[in-house]
């Protein structure tokens, strides 16, 4: 039956299992009165890897918005879903993050679509920067530091990585259209 199924499909599932997966595993980081462990279960830059990834390997924009879009609300639904301590009270809060993921997806879907096709630079940021910007926001922006050093450390120290690659690869493909183009 496997066989039968187009690779895109198969790639989509595989993408909506490791979002369901993300979103379980994330909700099962405890929630102890020490903030070091708290926030790693809470950093938001992470939940947009994925809908990226989906977008980038989609064949076509409106795949993308809609393999990012549901990537992102099956880590929602992983995260909040049964089992998660989430009940009916709490049903506007849930809903309301899965708008926000529809949203959030479907946007990190087209940065990733964009992005596989011509590594435009804007949308490689789109990927690096809020690894960048959530840990300086969370200690500057608000005064003060929600969770322990090596947490935001790690975070940053991997925004940088992505920005270095993000602004490679787009000067080697701007180089190689040059090239081409003369």
């Known amino acids: 039956m496997l066989a039968a199924m187009p690779r895109r499909a198969l790639l989509l599932i595989a993408f909506l299992l490791a979002g369901w997966t993300f ?3 994330d909700s099962r980081i405890p929630m102890p009165s020490s903030s070091g462990v708290f926030w790693v ?6 939940w947009l890897v994925l809908p990226f990834l ?3 390997i989609a064949p076509s924009r409106q795949r993308a918005l809609l393999g990012g879009a549901l990537t992102c609300v099956a880590a929602m639904v992983g995260f ?14 849930v809903a309301s993050w899965v708008g926000i993921a529809v949203l959030a997806g479907g946007l990190y879907g087209l940065f990733g ?3 596989g096709r011509s590594r435009t630079l804007l949308d490689g940021l789109a990927l690096a920067v809020p690894f960048i910007v959530e840990p300086l926001a969370w200690s500057w922006g608000f ?6 050093l090596p947490i935001w450390s790690v975070e940053l120290a ?3 990585m992505l920005l270095v690659w993000v602004v490679v690869a787009s000067r080697r493909r701007a180089m190689a259209t040059t090239r081409a183009g003369t």
């Open 113 to 115: 679509f964009t992005w």
């Open 54 to 56: 989906a977008g980038w």
């Open 23 to 25: 979103g379980l595993l």
């Open 80 to 93: 909040f879903g049964p089992g998660s301590g989430w009940g009916p009270a709490s049903l506007f809060f």
């Open 158 to 160: 991997v925004g940088l």
């Open 41 to 46: 279960g809470n950093l938001g830059a992470p």
């Open 143 to 148: 005064g003060y530091s929600q969770g322990r």
